[in-house]
């Protein structure tokens, strides 16, 4: 038994608002704190046009997906995860950022069982675990994008890490969320990230240089590699500036130059084309800007 009988999720962006419609999926009452109402209401939409998709494709019946949004509840005030089992923090890779989270966490949380779980995807998970007064809590539980379709979590213990701690996390994870596990050393990128960012770092580079266009470096990946997409285009479903703040957290921590990110990378940030999120990034995509426009779905 793992005793994690509510979720706490702190940030509804896309990682965000993944993660607790998975829990709400699998009947696990969720709690999102955002920043503010207007954040509130646009992240409670991402998980309704979710649950919405998942439907129409036929990967959930319309009780299942009225009884998951009947489980979460959105919030602007942390103070409300005071007493929950499981909280994760899905915030932007921004380090002060996620250190600003686990602060005001350890002020708040009253219940000595409570774990706190980051869904870094790059940042060592001591640093946030020692901002806290109970490291032997603070756990990395990493979820790949899109969450509800990708059974992978990368499980990060620090040297500070409980067993107890890691064991509950993990049997959560595993047993009610019906995911995957591995585990991984506590080091800037963990597994996947360590290994995928320097090849679509790699992409960039050969764009940047006039080597090849983004559809034909993509589209050779694709048909050349069988990948399911190209590097450009993953990146622009990871999201620019995340695949930038990872490339930092790596190169910081190795100062390997594979890892550096590349100017038109950072320039891409800058100007705001983020990938599909924006609408805009190595491709452009038409159906973000629809579906920004399109009208929220009654309930």
Partial sequence: MTGIERVGVVGCGLMGAGIAEVCARA???????????????????????????????????????EAATGLITVVDQ??????????????PEDESLKLDVFTRLDSVITGDHTILATNTSSIPVIRLATATTRPDRVVGVHFFNPVPVLRLV??????????????????????????????????????????????????????????????????????????????LALTDLIGLDTTRAIAESLYA???????????????????????????????VYEEHRREAAAPARPR
């Fill in 154 to 231: 990368e499980l990060v213990p620090s040297l500070l890490t409980s067993p107890t701690t890691t064991a509950r996390a993990e049997d959560f994870v595993t047993g009610r969320l019906g995911k995957e596990v591995v585990r991984t050393r506590d080091k800037a990128g963990f597994i996947v990230n360590a290994l995928l960012v320097p090849y679509l770092l790699a992409a960039v580079r050969m764009l940047e240089s006039g080597s090849a266009t983004a559809e034909d470096i993509d589209r050779g990946m694709v048909l050349g590699c069988a990948h399911p997409l190209g590097p």
């Fill in 27 to 65: 009947d696990v009452p969720v709690t999102i704190v955002e920043r503010d109402t207007q954040a509130a209401r646009a992240g409670l939409l991402r998980i309704t046009r979710s649950l919405d998709r998942a439907v129409a494709h036929g990967r959930l019946d319309a009780a299942r997906r």
């Fill in 78 to 91: 942390i103070e409300a995860l005071h007493d929950h089992d499981l909280v994760i923090e899905a915030v």
């Fill in 253 to 283: 921590e190795f100062r390997e130059p594979q890892y550096s990110p590349p100017p038109l990378l950072s320039r891409m940030v800058e100007a705001g084309l983020l990938g599909r999120k924006s609408g805009r990034g190595f491709h």
